[in-house]
C-alpha cells in the first residue's frame, strides 16, 4: 500500500470516528478521476462552518503532529491546517465553511483505489472546480486529465454554476474562460479523432497509379 493510502485512511477514520463532515480532494481524487501522477501528500476538505474551527483544531492537534509551530494560529488565518499522520506523510486539512464546500462534501462519495482502501473522495465536477480555481500548472493538467476521462459524463451545468462564484472571490473571471477554451479544444481533438484514425487507416495509392 502506497503510503499515501496509509495516511488518507488513519485520517479518514479519525474524521469519521467524530461524525465529521468531509471529502479528500488533491492528488488522490485525481487519481480517482483523472490521470494518474504521484503525489506527495494528502489534502482533505474539513466543514467546520465559521466561528467554532477550533473544535475542531484542537482534537486534530491532539491526534496528529503539526508541521507548524503555530498550527492553530496559522490554520485560523489560512484555513488549513497542516499536520502530519504517523508514517510521516503530510497531510493538508481545509477547513470548509462556503456554499460550495458543503456542496462539495455533500456530493462526495467512497471510491475502492484498491482492496482494503476505500476512500471518500470528492466528485469529478467538483475537482475540476477546486483545480480550476487554484490555477496554477500542475492544477490545469489534472483539469486536462479529468476532462479527457469523464466528458462527456462531466455534469457541466453544476461547474458553469460553481466557478464563476469562487472565481469572483479572487478577482479572477479569465479562469472561467480558460476552462471553457480547455472543454472547446478537447471536444474538438475528440471529433476529429475518427476521421483521422480512418485517413490512416485508408489504403494509400500504390506507386505509379494515378488514384
Not at 477550533?54 to 488549513?80: Q, T, W, Y
Not at 475502492?112 to 500542475?138: H, M, N, Y
Not at 486536462?144 to 462564484?165: A, C, F, N, S, T
Amino acid at each position: 500500500m502506497i503510503p499515501q493510502f496509509q495516511a488518507a485512511l488513519e485520517l479518514q477514520s479519525f474524521l469519521k470516528e467524530r461524525g465529521w463532515s468531509f471529502c479528500i480532494i488533491g492528488g488522490l481524487a485525481v487519481f480517482r478521476w483523472g490521470e494518474f501522477r504521484t503525489t506527495q501528500d494528502v489534502d482533505v476538505t474539513l466543514l467546520t462552518g465559521f466561528g467554532d474551527e477550533e473544535g475542531f483544531i484542537r482534537p486534530l492537534l491532539e491526534r496528529f503532529a503539526s508541521r507548524k509551530p503555530d498550527a492553530e494560529e496559522f490554520a485560523l488565518r489560512n484555513r488549513v491546517l497542516l499536520l502530519t499522520a504517523s508514517n510521516d506523510v503530510g497531510v493538508d486539512v481545509s477547513l470548509g465553511a462556503l456554499p460550495f464546500e458543503e456542496q462539495l462534501v455533500a456530493r462526495a462519495s467512497a471510491f475502492a483505489f484498491e482492496p482494503g482502501v476505500s476512500l471518500i473522495t470528492c466528485s469529478a465536477e467538483d475537482l475540476v472546480v477546486l483545480k480550476a480555481f487554484a490555477g496554477r500548472g500542475q492544477d490545469w493538467r489534472d483539469v486536462e486529465g479529468v476532462l479527457v476521462r469523464q466528458e462527456p459524463r462531466l455534469d457541466w451545468k453544476y461547474i458553469r454554476e460553481w466557478l464563476p462564484q469562487l472565481c469572483e472571490l479572487k478577482e479572477a473571471p479569465e479562469i472561467v474562460d480558460q476552462l471553457e477554451a480547455m472543454r472547446v479544444k478537447l471536444d474538438k481533438e475528440r471529433r476529429d479523432a475518427p476521421k483521422a484514425l480512418r485517413d490512416l487507416r485508408r489504403p494509400k495509392p500504390r506507386r505509379g497509379s494515378n488514384k
